[in-house]
């Protein structure tokens, strides 16, 4: 029987189509893990995930075989052996790959056989699946490699350790969204308790556009303990000393994130990445008083810290001096810069250009729509002048019902509320005023005014305007939206829950026709299971209704 394996898995955040860094990513983590045999990497570690149509082009596929080569050729000097994630072309395709290196070459290759295709995952499209994967041998040990979904299912664990697999090591570019730890461990538990064998779950962090990753790799003796748990959210390595026949020895375990904290970190995460990654200096974003803003800019320096923070209050006349307190004292709070432009004057110039146009008609939404796209205006051109992204405001909730101004609130490169309904966006704002995320790097307390929490929600369009005016309260609203967006319940199914059937029919035709609104939205975070874009895809023009 072999010896035992000291095995670091490596939780990396690799950055997409950015081959040399992440390459010298890897080599720094072997760097630091020369006491290991074996450095495991997540999925695609080499590329990024999900590589989507970029992986279709020559150019990626061959800088990819470069610095697989090169990274080969580092285990020359009888250090650690590598685990990579990376493209692999045979002649039935390209493949999603992983590749086992050391001794200076690449000395096995697993492909990916099992291709997700469906929520947000569109590998099919892409990639071509591989054969039922052999164990890879290493220094006497056979290696089974599920890679990600492959483990979701039994046929390729099954077959793993029918052909001599000696424990699973399952590399993972697994997206974040609420619920899915418990779904992982339960899927890697039953793998488990399926083959007899030992697993190791190594995932990647960080943010890539509207998905984030959460981390949380893991270690499964064979009788199901928990031998390791990597903390979620970071860049982390966890060591383990793996023996043939009888499994890890105990390693570090760091407890999840729950609740409220998950979901701000995941929030966190997505901007932190998105901003860093495209090389804004930081953002700017309208704070108008209210909780959706207030909740935004609060991420915003938790994420990027508060000197890359601009806060811009831009008051009508029809802004509460309630509102110009409020909005103040929130940028006190996160110490950020603030500034206050009104729009009135441009309000007054535009309502005087189309008055000869809107002669004998009535105001109505359409004089409060130019003022939101105002607002936009002036903060674009702000955002074109330093260079800034502006951060765009609004919520799930009414990005769902098109109580939203396109070309003006919904204006902007990045949301962190996309997926976050408005009863969650007020249990958010409550958790960060007690208490400041572990990765933080806003201030200690709390960053808004409890008044702000408190007060009915208004985009302050007219006189007395509050959101409920327009929509029922959002502990009425939020539940009927979510059965018809995450459930995809019918009105009546829905009204069976004791909702009223007139106003479930209501909701649903708004969310119908509002959906050329969100094809025109920013991209955003994913929270839950079904978020707007590329989890849900539905037709802009579209005649069904269940009412």
Known sequence: MAGALTIVAAQLNPAMGDLRRNADAILEVRSRAREADLVVTPELSLIGYPPE??????ALEEAARAELNRLAAATADGGPAL????????????????????AGRISGMTLKHDLPNYGVFDEKRVFDPGPLPD???FRGVRLGIPVCEDMWTPAVSRHLARRGAEILIVPNGSPYELGKEERRLSLAGARVRETGLALLYVNRTGGQDELVFDGGSFALNPDGTLALRLADWEE????????????????DIHAPDAGEE???????????DYVARNHFPGVVLGLSGGIDSALSAAVAVDALGRDRVWCVMLPSRFTSRESLEDAQACAQLLG??????GIEPAVAAMEGMLAEAFAGRPRDLAEENLQSRLRMATLMGLSNKFGHMLLTTGNKSEMSVGYATIYGDMAGGYSVLKDAYKTTVFALARWRNAKRPRLGLGPEGPVMPERVIAKPPTAELRENQRDEDSLPPYAVLDPILHALVEEELSAREIAARGHDLALVARIERLLYIAEYKRRQAPPGVKIGPRTFGRDRRYPITNAFRTS
């Open 53 to 58: 149509d970029l992986v279709l082009k020559p």
């Open 262 to 272: 998950e979901i701000y970190h995941a929030m966190l995460t997505g901007l932190r």
């Open 236 to 251: 982390a390595l966890g060591r383990l000393v793996f023996t043939p026949g009888k499994g890890f020895a105990r390693g």
């Open 83 to 102: 685990l990579v994630g990376t493209t692999h072309r045979t002649p039935n395709g390209l493949h999603n790959g992983y590749a086992l290196l050391e």
């Open 135 to 137: 164990p890879l041998l």
């Open 336 to 341: 950020v810069r603030f500034s206050t432009i």
